[in-house]
């Protein structure tokens, strides 16, 4: 299943993983779905590589308080769509495609 197909309709209650790279990605291009999916009675389990903490154009702005702002975000749109679990991978990340490390920070 990809993002945007919609969920099978036989059994509902479905577990669904949504995973994607950065956190707003999946509410950016497919909040509608996740929301829908919710709805119609799925458990959406949301991972996500990376706290989106290189993503930032303010210079004042450090990469932890990138990040911590980031998951605040996050946290905020999953409650709002219904997503029942959020995971947040902790692996380095970068904007754009093709980006980021596979190197995970300490700690
Ligand atoms: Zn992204």
Redesign the pocket.
Known sequence: MSLGEAAPTTGQGKRILLA???P??ADIMAGGTVARWVDEGHKVHAAIFTR?DK?HDDPAMTSEAVAALRELEQRAAATILGVSQLTFLDFSGS?GPGHGSRRRRPG
């Open positions: 994607t790279a950065h707003d990605d989106g993503g904007p």
